[in-house]
């Protein structure tokens, strides 16, 4: 199950900053191809998320995690970059 979610970590991550991208830089060049783009990425990116938050709860209690390191990784699906700094950090056994 960890594997998955380092997996799934990764996959969150890369869709946020695809997301972000699109919006920074192909929307105010491209609207239309901007608009094309966004719902596919978005709703990648939203299953990914969703799938994220649920397997860190599933995770909890199998890794021992405290309150404090399961907020951390929770918060970390807000964060760009965040969810690579958690795969890093805590899915070692994977």
Not at 26 to 32: A, H
Request: charged share 15%.
């Amino acid at each position: 199950m960890l594997k998955i979610f380092k997996v799934v970590a990764i996959l969150e991550g890369i869709s946020y900053l695809v997301l972000f991208s699109n919006m920074l830089f192909i929307k105010p060049n491209n609207f239309e191809l901007y608009h094309s783009l966004l719902y596919p990425i978005g709703m990648s990116h939203g299953v990914l998320f969703i799938g994220y938050v649920i397997l860190a709860f599933i995770l909890r209690k199998p890794q021992k995690w405290d309150f404090k390191t399961f907020s951390l990784i929770q918060l970390a699906s807000l964060i760009p970059f965040g969810t690579f700094y958690v795969e890093k950090k805590y899915c070692v056994n994977a």
